[in-house]
């Protein structure tokens, strides 16, 4: 059913800010098989690599424009002594990891592995270190070794391990949930902790590193001490956020919802919104210039895990209802682009929202890598202003504006409109309104498909974008048809 004529007005001069592409981030831990067997098979496996990361893998990610990719945790992170994942193979620790299904961690991938495939993806690397069973000593040691140019102890051992040259690192996370997993820590004594930890992250010739503090999403307390005891001492204060449209216990089938539970999940998705807001504007207490950054470096949804799968993997399947969480989790990550200067969706392959699931030597792209992709005409583009009246659709219970939307333009003076239509039933006619611009042309691509669809093994194109047709110019105005559950992303040439 198509509804009335929405107007979607834009002013190109009014800029509202830099949308770092840092913010369509990602995040890949020692969990599942996130690592081993998603991204590194290893020198000798059968699946095509190179210096055993997954080629396939890799060039989906490269086409997809990833960024930043954070390593090596999560909650293992506040487990992990780099020292462990350096040197030859055959020497590393083999351990069990206790956070993630019990199974034995070889230490196959640690350090040089790490910098190789951000070196492959073209990316910037994002590490995050212990404080929780860690010491001042071990993370001085780890930036000293990744990044000191000179003769030092570490810097040597780091040749003699292979890498001569330093490596460049700018995000550095201070430990990460540090309230639980990290440590079960008070705020004041984590500031304490991170103004200790964070004196010696040495900033070594050239190298100036981006120090992330731990945050706290649901305790406005913590983050109000954070910024109060340690805040100068910071640029980046880490919050994480997870869609778990069920109980914590009971997430919800991945695959398995009617339209009651995926207004519920958009709804739930949508409250990201608000907890940026709450956090930006206790910062702000401390910051008003907004200098220090919000890092969401873990979001999007949490389901039960795929049947049958290791319950420590976190595996699940991702369907078009993950597509439109990310497509208005990135609506709004752009909308504050003023204090959220990155994100990372966790995680990056077979864990939790992935944009890639494999098995064995197959590999598919989920509809949330397909967003991914379509939004990735933001990254580092000037946020424009828009506006455009919605109304509330959904349940009695569950309501959420029927469509959300981003507009940038980037520097040649290319502009990016991204919508979402987070209706299952209907679809709208939606007219841009651009100030001092008539449209000859735009180029566009599309993902829709049924609410529950999603790509498998056997049918891995089901839902994949495609380009985008349905619109029409009259008079340099133009009118984009917007399909329901949909996502579309078209750019207007300079
Ligand atoms: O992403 C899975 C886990 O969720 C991370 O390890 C942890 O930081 C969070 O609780």
Not at 181 to 199: D, I, K, P, V
Not at 432 to 452: H, M, P, S, W, Y
Request: glycine letters at 8%; aromatic letters at 12%; one cysteine or more.
């Amino acid at each position: 059913m198509v509804n009335e004529m929405y107007t979607l007005w834009i002013n190109p001069h009014e800029k509202k800010g830099k949308i770092n592409k840092e913010i369509y981030g990602h995040f890949s831990e020692h969990l599942g098989r996130c690592i081993y067997e998603g991204l590194y098979v290893g020198e000798d496996s059968e699946i095509a690599n190179v210096n055993g990361m997954r080629k396939d893998v890799v060039e989906a990610l490269k086409a997809m424009k990833i960024p930043v990719l954070r390593w090596p945790g999560g909650c293992f992170a506040d487990e992990y002594h780099w020292k462990d994942g350096i040197g030859p193979k055959e020497n590393r620790k083999r351990m069990v990891n206790t956070h993630w299904g019990g199974v034995v961690e070889d230490n196959s991938f640690g350090t040089h592995e790490f910098f190789e495939l951000c070196r492959q993806l073209e990316c910037e690397p994002y590490i995050n270190g212990n404080v929780g069973s860690g010491t001042v000593q071990e993370m001085n040691e780890w930036i000293e070794y990744m990044t000191f140019d000179g003769v030092s102890p570490m810097a040597d051992l780091r040749a003699k391990n292979g890498q001569e040259k330093p490596w460049k690192v700018k995000y550095f996370g201070v430990g990460n949930e540090n309230w639980g997993c990290g440590g079960n820590m008070t705020a004041e004594h984590y500031a304490s902790e991170f103004r200790r930890y964070a004196t010696y992250c040495r900033n070594y010739g050239d190298n100036k590193l981006y120090k992330i503090a731990c945050g706290f999403e649901h305790d406005p307390q913590w983050n109000e001490t954070v910024m109060k005891i340690a805040g100068r001492f910071l640029d980046g204060l880490s919050i994480h956020y997870y869609t778990i449209p069920g109980t914590w216990e009971d997430k919800g089938s991945a695959t398995e919802f009617d339209e009651d539970i995926w207004y519920l999940t958009l709804k739930k998705a949508l409250h990201m919104d608000k907890l940026i807001t709450l956090t930006d504007n206790i910062m702000s207490r401390y910051d008003p210039d907004k200098k220090k950054g919000i890092i969401v470096d873990e979001w999007g949804t949490w389901f039960n895990v795929e049947p049958g799968t290791n319950p420590g993997f976190l595996y699940q399947q991702n369907t078009m209802r993950d597509a439109l969480v990310a497509g208005i989790t990135f609506d709004i990550f752009n909308k504050h682009c003023d204090r959220v200067k990155m994100a990372n969706i966790a995680q990056l392959v077979n864990v939790l929202q992935a944009v890639i699931l494999t098995e064995g030597a197959k590999m598919i792209l989920t509809p949330t890598y397909h967003v991914f992709k379509m939004y990735s005409k933001h990254q580092e583009a000037q946020l424009v202003h828009s506006y455009m009246k919605t109304e509330l659709i959904g349940t009695d219970k569950d309501k959420v504006p029927n469509m959300s939307h981003s507009v940038s333009e980037d520097a040649e003076g290319n502009i990016t409109i991204t919508i979402n239509n987070l209706s299952v039933q209907d679809s709208y006619d939606v007219q841009c309104r651009i100030a001092d611009r008539n449209v000859t042309k735009i180029e566009g691509e599309i993902l829709t498909e049924d609410f529950r669809s999603y790509n498998t093994f056997e049918e891995p194109d089901k839902v994949m974008s495609k380009a985008y047709s349905d619109y029409e110019i009259n008079n340099g105005v133009l009118t984009l048809h917007v399909p329901p559950c949909s996502v579309l992303s078209i750019t207007i040439p300079a």
